[in-house]
């Protein structure tokens, strides 16, 4: 093992097999990276999931440049900065209608914890304290904070870690193997959502404060909400005064052709939590979105006290804030919020031409995200997408496997002949692997 490998311990890695063959990256810019040898290679997942605007965007690059050389750090507590102000101004304008308040945070996993919080403290400030229970679904993922895993449903990020926030349940997932290669939202499943009036008869909604959802799941594998269900999500917590948080951590900014997938969908939530495309990847930040009922319902008791005993070193950091704010002018610059519509026909035609090759059992999509799943190798969950991965990398193309689904989400930059070298990279993998 090269020695200067050694001490880093890599998050979500298998850190031997990676230290005895990395795969290290140095550049980037639009859509490529390149390795420390100059190898170019096609980014099909903007970085994870993040840069939906490509590599070192220059209005982004300038601003943290500027912001760095201006003002490094600004306490967040009792003190404020002007980007804090403006970016959140600027944010609430791209937000459904009613989503009008902004909490910063540093991350995907912050942003879950914080709206938790958030959720809870909201009923017991207008006297509902008894709502304490939260709400995930299975096979969610929602960051890797005791939260996040607590009301996450992917096994593995949970098993080792105990018995995490006590009162939580889950509702079911949305796999539904009659809708397997559907383009775009299935037909099948929009009764799943009633699973949680078997919660609410099990627990009674007045214990129960909210209910939280990936409008799209990626991290399991690529779920697309069948038709429906989350409108019928929204109505049955209506019914019961239960709050829904969207994470929107990475369908936030553009992944589905729309700002969010709250405005893709038509369905708003109470909660909102972003992070990834925010910054465009470039600087750690995330943010909570809050109604303006939920923000007042906090802002009741005497002005000089703190009304919520919440917030991050970080949060709203002034690298951070320029780099959203760069982003942001990016994104309006070139249509990006948006583009992803343009191109979701052409990406699903192509994404769809893999349903013969050989081991593909599904393939999913909407906007400018894909779900390729296959049959896994038995008794070795993971390893065939993880042997095309290593494939597409040696090939040139960055892709993301998780279990045996290869999932696609690739900077909102992205043109034909890309969409093209990805599967057409995939493909051949795909049919060296069987
Ligand atoms: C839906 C969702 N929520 C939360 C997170 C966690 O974000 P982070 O890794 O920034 O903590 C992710 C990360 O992929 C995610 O996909």
Known sequence: ????????????????????????????EGMHFWTPEGRKVLDGVAGLWCVNAGHAR?????AIRAQAAEMDFAPPFNMGHPKQFELAERLVKLTPPGLSKVFYTNSGSESVDTALKIAL????VRGEGQRTRLIGRERGYHGVNFGGISVGGMVANRKMFGAMLAGVDHIRHTHDTRNLFTRGQPEH??????????????HDASTIAAVIVEPVAGSTGVLIPPKGYLERLRAICDKHGILLIFDEVITGFGRL???????????????????????NGCVPMGAVFASQKIHDAFMTGPEHLIEFFHGYTYSGHPLACA?????LDTYADEGLLTRGAKMAATFENVVHSLRDHPNVIDVRNI???????????????????????????????????????????????IENQHIDQIIGTISDALKRAA
């Open 189 to 202: 499943g929009a009764d799943l959502a009633d699973d949680l009036e078997r919660l609410v008869a099990l």
């Open 323 to 327: 780099a959203a704010l760069g982003t």
């Open 367 to 413: 906007g400018l995200v894909g779900g390729i799943e296959l049959k896994p190798i038995d008794g070795q969950p993971g390893k065939r997408a993880f042997s095309v991965f290593l494939d597409c990398w040696e090939k040139g193309v960055l892709i993301r496997t998780t279990g045996d689904t290869i999932a696609l989400s690739p900077p909102l930059i």
């Open 1 to 28: 093992m090269n020695d200067q490998l050694d001490a880093y311990w890599m998050p979500f890695t298998a850190n031997r097999q990676f230290k005895q063959a990395p795969r290290l990256i140095s550049r980037a």
């Open 257 to 279: 052709g729309s700002p969010f997938a709250a405005t893709h969908f038509g369905v708003t939530p109470d909660l909102m939590t972003v992070a990834k495309g925010l910054t």
């Open 58 to 62: 220059p209005k982004i690059v300038e």
């Open 121 to 124: 403290a909201y009923h017991r």
